[in-house]
C-alpha cells in the first residue's frame, strides 16, 4: 500500500498566464433587454451610447459593456429582475420591464456601437463601465460623466485632454455619447482597481 503524496505548497507552482476576456463571453452573457435599465415609459430615461474603438481607430464589433449606477434617489440596492427565466423552458427571458435594476450589460454591434437606457443617476454625476473585449487580459474600468463635474475627485485630478475622455457629450431627446478608445490618440482613461 502506498501513502498520498504529501500536497506541495502553492509557491512551487509558478502563476499561470492570464488569458484574453472575449470574444467568448459573446456567447453567453448578453441577455435580452440587458441595455434596458430604466422601466418601460419612464418620462425620466436617458440613453447612454456610443462606440469602442482600438488602437488604430477602428471600431470594436465584438465587445461588451457593463454598466452600473445608483438608483435616481441615490440608493445602490437595486432591483432583481435582470436575469429571470422562463418557468418551462429555463432560457434566459430578460427584465421584467418594471424594475430598476441599476445594471446593464450590452454587446456591441457591427459597427461598434452600443446603448444603454436609464436613469440619471443620484448622488454621483457619473455611471460606471466595463469594458470586455478582444486583446484584453482583464476588463478595463471607467466612468461616463453626465456632466463635466468640477467638484469631482477623479475629474479634478485629470489634465483638460485626459479629463475630457470621461465626460459624455450631451446630445437631443435625453441622450449622451460616450465613446471608448481602448487605447491610443484620444484613450479613454481607464481606472485600476486592487
Known sequence: MTSPRPASPASAHAPTPSQTVGPFYGYALPFPGGGDVAPAGHPETITLHGYVYDGAGLPVPDALIETWQPGPDGSRSGAPGSLRHDPVTGRVIGRDGVAFTGFGRVPTDPDG??????????????????????????????????????????????????????VAEAGPDRTYRFDIRLQGPGETVFLEFS
Open 113 to 166: 456601437h452600443w446603448a444603454v437606457r436609464t436613469l440619471p443617476p443620484g448622488g454621483v454625476p457619473y455611471i460606471s463601465l466595463a469594458v470586455f473585449a478582444r486583446g484584453l487580459l482583464h476588463h478595463l474600468h471607467t466612468r461616463a460623466y453626465l456632466v463635466d463635474a468640477p467638484g469631482d475627485r477623479l475629474l479634478g485630478a485629470l489634465a483638460g485632454e485626459r479629463r475630457a475622455t470621461l
